[in-house]
């Protein structure tokens, strides 16, 4: 049976490096992979970026109000389509080997749900990549529902910069540490480092964590 797999780690963890390895991984042994990731993930738009520089368009993307399995049989169909033409008598017809997504903590707790059935009743493996809470510690509602459902869990780890392992991820407006908010803020384009719209990340481990927020864990 094929199974959802849900790799997790806080941000600079290798999570989208680890994807697109996998998915050359696959593609090196002559099977086709479909790539995807939320919408809502506004960063890089239609691309899956490595810190270490890789690139890679993935072959769709998922809105917030899309059925991610529908969206997948579709594009499975154009996958089954494009390499028929190229079979060879004999031959058994192409399939996607595995569905890879990327920023899986966007998917809403339904989409989870529906690339769970990818995996259960269309036989194909999912493996998706995501970080497990927010800046104020808490869960993103896609990645409980991963937590919740997936077959396989796998931490993929990094470093604070005290160098403890890093559990959280800690987010800065212009260069500092704030824990109010709403749960989403992707960086805008072309801001500068004093802006107030420039926002970024810093992976935290606990005690580093609490030193900057004065304590607090979670909100009230």
Known sequence: MAKLYFRYGAMNSGKSTALLQAAYNYEE????VLLAKPEMDTKGADQIASRLGVTRTVDFLIGAEDDAGELFRRHRDRVRESGSDALIPGES???????????AQFLTPAQVDQVFRIAV????PVMAYGIRTDFRTLAFPGSRRL???AHSLEELKTICRCGRKALFNGR???GRFVFDGDQVAIDAEGASVRDEHFVTYESLCG??????SGGVLAPA
């Open 29 to 32: 042994r002559g099977q086709a």
């Open 147 to 149: 937590l919740e459902i």
């Open 172 to 174: 800065k407006i212009a």
């Open 93 to 103: 017809a192409p399939d996607v080997a595995c569905l890879l997504i990327d920023e």
């Open 121 to 124: 009743e269309g036989a194909v």
């Open 207 to 212: 005690v580093c964590y609490l030193e900057e």
